[in-house]
């Protein structure tokens, strides 16, 4: 085999080095642009429905608590230590609801982690590819 044919050929394996690593690297990147839209459009549904059920809540809970003052008070508690009951029960509650929905929308939800997986892996094979040769 001449020079010149050993030249095109490095030359020809390193642009489809070049061209499969081009093309990964767009998979990649294709890959993680639609798992981030996936989890950011999850998250959007949960806000959206935190949101509608925080203002359905909020109606039904001054009704309860409303109700529940009354029943307190007609069992014999001051009106205003019934409220403060009432207000403080209620208040635990939100503080262990808002706690749950922080905690499900933390940032690591949204990493794109298979994409992650994928480029980790991409990468060990493209190691293990060079040091093979």
Do not use: H
Request: net charge neutral; no cysteine; proline share 1%.
């Amino acid at each position: 085999m001449s020079d010149n044919n050993i030249n095109k050929s490095a030359g020809s394996l390193l642009s489809d080095a070049l061209s499969n690593v081009s093309g990964l690297v767009r998979s990649e990147v294709d890959l993680a642009r639609a798992e981030i839209s996936e989890n950011v459009t999850k998250a959007g549904v949960a806000i959206g429905l935190i949101a509608g059920s925080a203002i359905i809540a909020l109606v039904a809970l001054n009704v309860l608590a409303a109700a529940l003052v009354a029943a307190l008070a007609n069992a014999g508690i001051d009106a205003g230590w019934a409220a403060l009951i009432v207000g403080a029960l209620l208040a635990i509650v939100a503080y262990i609801l808002i706690n749950k929905g922080i905690n499900d929308l933390k940032l690591s939800s949204l990493a794109p982690t298979r994409t992650v997986k994928n480029v980790q892996r991409d990468a060990a094979a493209v190691k293990e590819a060079y040091n093979d040769k």
